[in-house]
Every structure is written in structure tokens, then in C-alpha cells.
């Protein structure tokens, strides 16, 4: 039996946002992952580092799922509720989870760390990367791409500017490395299919990546919000193109 659009919306809009846990959204979105295996690589490096740093740490959830942690492991995170997640999931594993509103200078000392990581950070301070890593150290990183998802922030918000459409290209991402005194070592991008199957799906991935439509409420948008469930029940899923892309990098030493 088909759900109305008010139950889907009103049941999307009341579910916590904490965290980067998105398996509320089994069943009803799906989206393509990177060939590169991010959290593999990650659990790789991190079974060899001696002092970890993984910054904007989210709930926790990505870091917590590496097998081995080095002996001195911190996650940074600026969010309280997603704090007070990191903060269980990963002291149990013996790292400690710091407060950090996401501007520098990030609170450690120089050459701090032989290994920082981060998974989809929303800024980049790369002169804070390269000062907190020591000499011979990486740092791993998977990032969201230029225009990724565009098709469904277009729909909300209309035609986006060049401008805006260039944001987060991996070549600036490069760039801003090498100023920094990185090597980039790897750097790889892929473009990746995206489905969302009902209007409510969209109500809480907008919510909960809150830069794709700033400001976003379902108040605002309730017109296109339906318009958009009528188009799921008639049309199928809107499908969206996601782009990541991978950036290794090491200070020379």
C-alpha cells in the first residue's frame, strides 16, 4: 500500500540526523561507491601508523570500522551530537575525540601525527595538514567532487553558477596540497549513480548534508517537495550523478 505524501515527509523531517550513519536510507535511496574502497585503504594505513589524526570525524562510524587503530589514535568533529556519538563508539577503542569547530590552526602541535585522514571533510585547511603531519607522513582522503548531485540541488534551488559548479575539483584540491609543501601521490575521481525512490529519502538527505541546499526545511519547499513525490510515484527514482575523489598525499622527510 502506497504511503501519502504527508506520512513520508512528516516521518523524514522527525528522524535524528546525527551522525553519517545513512542506512535509514536503505531501500529508499542507493548510490554507487567508489572503486577505490575508501574505508579499506584507511584500516590499511591506519594498521601501519603510529599516530593517527581523523578530522571531521563525523559520528565516528567510518573510523570506528578499521580492525587496528594506532597506539595514539584522535578524531576531531565539530558538531555536539555527532560528538556525543564518536565519543562512544570510538573511546572503547582507545581514542580520544576533541572538539574542534573546523577552523585553524587545528589544536595539536607540529609534526603531531605520521597519518591524518579525513572522509568527506566539509573544508580542507591543507597549511594545517602539512603542519600537524611529520616529516615522511600521509594524509588519506576521500572527498565529494564538483557538481555532485546537482541534478537534485537544480531541482530546489534552479540553475547553479559556473562558479559554483567548479567547487570542489579535485585539481584545486592539488593545488592547494602542493602550496602546502605536500607531494600528491594519488589522486583519482569518479562520477556515480544516484537514486532516490520516494520524497522522503530526499527530505532526509537534505537535512542531514546540509550544504547541498542550504538552509533547506521542508516548510520552504513543500510545493516542490510535492511535486517531486508526484513525479517519484509516475516517473520512478530521480536519478542523480554523486562525484568523489581520492587524495593521497605525503610530507616530504
Not at 117 to 143: D, K
Not at 222 to 244: D, I, K, Q, Y
Request: hydrophobic fraction near 40%; proline fraction near 7%; aromatic fraction near 10%.
Amino acid at each position: 500500500m502506497k504511503r501519502t505524501f504527508q506520512d513520508l515527509v512528516d516521518e523524514a523531517a522527525s528522524v535524528s540526523v546525527e551522525g553519517w550513519d545513512f542506512s535509514w536510507l536503505d531501500g529508499r535511496a542507493t548510490e554507487a561507491r567508489p572503486s577505490w574502497g575508501y574505508q579499506r585503504l584507511m584500516a590499511q594505513r591506519l594498521a601501519g601508523a603510529t599516530a593517527g589524526l581523523d578530522i571531521q570525524t563525523g559520528g565516528g562510524e567510518v573510523l570506528a570500522g578499521a580492525a587496528r587503530l594506532p597506539s595514539l589514535m584522535v578524531a576531531t568533529e565539530s558538531w555536539a551530537p555527532n560528538l556525543a556519538k564518536a565519543t562512544r563508539l570510538l573511546h572503547p577503542r582507545g581514542c580520544v575525540v576533541v572538539s574542534d569547530p573546523d577552523e585553524p590552526p587545528l589544536p595539536f602541535a607540529d609534526g603531531a601525527f605520521d597519518l591524518v585522514t579525513s572522509r568527506h571533510p566539509v573544508t580542507v585547511w591543507w597549511e594545517e595538514i602539512s603542519r600537524v603531519l611529520a616529516p615522511g607522513g600521509t594524509y588519506l582522503s576521500q572527498q565529494v567532487g564538483p557538481e555532485s548531485v546537482f541534478e537534485l540541488v537544480e531541482y530546489f534551488l534552479g540553475p547553479l553558477s559556473d562558479e559554483r559548479r567548479r567547487g570542489r575539483h579535485p585539481d584545486d584540491a592539488r593545488a592547494g596540497a602542493e602550496q602546502a609543501g605536500l607531494e600528491v601521490v594519488d589522486l583519482r575521481f569518479e562520477r556515480l549513480r544516484t537514486e532516490f525512490f520516494d520524497v522522503g529519502a530526499v527530505v532526509y538527505f537534505l537535512r542531514k548534508v546540509i550544504w547541498m541546499v542550504p538552509g533547506f526545511t521542508v516548510e520552504e519547499y513543500v510545493p516542490r517537495l510535492r511535486e517531486l513525490h508526484e513525479r517519484l510515484e509516475s516517473e520512478g527514482p530521480f536519478v542523480a550523478t554523486t562525484t568523489r575523489f581520492l587524495i593521497e598525499a605525503r610530507k616530504p622527510g
